[in-house]
């Protein structure tokens, strides 16, 4: 049986007027034990449906560590009609109530353990498009938090430079990491912009493209993101995370399965796999 618990919502960060940050504080202010990369279920009443509680997924961009607030990023869905959910989430203000579920789901949880029990020492390669960002977030924050030693590198694609929602504080991270030292804190991030000849985006200098264009082959055979980490990428070396549009994860997958890359899906017969994803479907 779902039990619906409550909370009232306790920040809003309206990125653009169909992009949001938020957070809310369960009525008990207890935030419940669970795992970066998990979504939990919110509810709303549904006004136009004579206020009928409705019920939708969302990633927790929030970090285990953080006890005080769930924090989410969500697109507020207007096409071809307007989201039930959406819409009424974003009427929303401070001090308003929520309903929610408690947090589950593995398909995008760290590993930290190989299929035989060794500690999974791979370097980490999150790759997400749009609000794909919030597990990444979550994970990056955590990994922060608990000194986590191994290579961390965040890719993120949108549409537009506004829509790179956690730009500055992923931005901080990488600062960090060549300020102390990639031995103590080793995390890069790179963003890329899929429509950089809009005039929005005339100002853009970084990487263009959807974001699965940082793993394709340029000249010579070698990718960006070999680039960036100065050594061929293969499956005893990283472990892939991808969140977004199926036509992201699938973008990635053509890339990786001829390098031997699995899915989790898709696992071994001896359990092995180097790729996790969660797809919007
Ligand atoms: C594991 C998971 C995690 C998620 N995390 C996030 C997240 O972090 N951030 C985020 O923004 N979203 C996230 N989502 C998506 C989220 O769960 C919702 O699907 C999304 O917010 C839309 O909900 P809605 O009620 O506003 O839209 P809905 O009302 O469910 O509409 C969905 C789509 O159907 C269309 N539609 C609705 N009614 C009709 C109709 N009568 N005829 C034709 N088309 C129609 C809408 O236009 C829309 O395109 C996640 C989903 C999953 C499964
Ligand atoms: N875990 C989940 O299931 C989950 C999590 C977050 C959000 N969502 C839902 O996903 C929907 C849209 O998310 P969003 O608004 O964050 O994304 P978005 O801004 O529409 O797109 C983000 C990036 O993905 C690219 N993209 C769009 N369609 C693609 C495709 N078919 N294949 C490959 N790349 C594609 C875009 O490129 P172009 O500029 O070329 O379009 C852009 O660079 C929302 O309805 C949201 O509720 C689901």
């Avoid at 957070?23 to 008990?28: A, E, G, L, T």
């Avoid at 960002?133 to 030693?149: E, M, N, Q, W, Y």
Wanted: proline share 4%.
């Amino acid at each position: 049986m779902v039990v619906d618990h409550k909370a009232a919502i306790s920040y809003i960060e309206l990125l653009k007027e169909d992009l949001i940050i938020f957070r809310f504080v369960p009525n008990d202010g207890i935030i419940p034990e669970y795992e970066a990369g998990q979504f939990l279920t919110l509810g709303l009443p549904i006004v136009a449906e004579n206020h009928r509680l409705i019920r939708r997924a969302y990633s927790i961009a929030s970090h285990p560590e953080n006890k005080k607030y769930f924090e989410f990023v969500v697109r507020w869905v207007r096409k071809p009609l307007p989201g039930r959910v959406t819409t009424e989430l974003f009427y929303l203000s401070e001090g308003d109530p929520i309903f929610w579920t408690n947090p589950v789901g593995d398909a995008l949880t760290i590993n930290d353990k190989l299929h035989d029990g060794r500690k999974d020492e791979r370097r980490i390669v999150m790759v997400s498009g749009g609000t794909g960002i919030a597990p990444f977030v979550s994970f990056t924050r955590h990994l922060h938090d608990v000194g986590d030693k191994r290579e961390i590198i965040c890719l993120h694609g949108s549409s537009y430079m506004d829509e790179l929602s956690y730009q500055k504080e992923l931005t901080a991270f990488d600062t960090e990491s060549i300020d102390r030292g990639k031995d103590k804190w080793n995390f890069t991030y790179r963003a890329s912009i899929s429509r950089p000849k809009e005039w929005f985006n005339r100002s853009w200098s970084g990487n263009k493209g959807r974001v699965e264009s940082f793993l394709k082959p340029k000249a010579g055979g070698i990718s960006t993101l070999e680039e960036m980490v100065g050594e061929k990428i293969t499956k005893d070396n990283t472990m892939f995370y991808i969140c977004g549009w199926q036509g992201t994860i699938d973008g990635v997958m053509d890339f990786m399965t001829p390098q031997g890359f699995v899915t989790m899906q898709d696992k071994r017969e001896d359990g092995s796999f180097e790729v996790k994803f969660e797809s919007y479907g």
